[in-house]
């Protein structure tokens, strides 16, 4: 069973929502990091997303 969806307590730059999405996909967190700066270059609510990410994705136990 993959992990669950969640905010870790380590390897967190900001908010820990980068390394969150890595650690359940199974990913780099600095792959996933540099893949939302480079999305943050196009037009869309990106932004916005990662703050609802970082209000609604409950912290590591």
């Known amino acids: 069973m993959s992990p669950r969806l969640a905010r870790p307590r380590h ?3 900001i908010a820990g929502v980068c390394a969150g999405i890595a650690q359940r996909f199974g ?3 600095w792959t996933v990091r540099l ?3 480079a999305s943050c270059l196009l037009p869309g609510p ?3 997303i990662y703050l609802a990410l ?3 994705l409950p912290q590591e136990p």
């Open 11 to 13: 390897n967190r730059v």
């Open 27 to 29: 990913l780099s967190a």
């Open 35 to 37: 893949i939302f700066l």
């Open 46 to 48: 990106q932004f916005l």
């Open 54 to 56: 970082w209000l609604l």
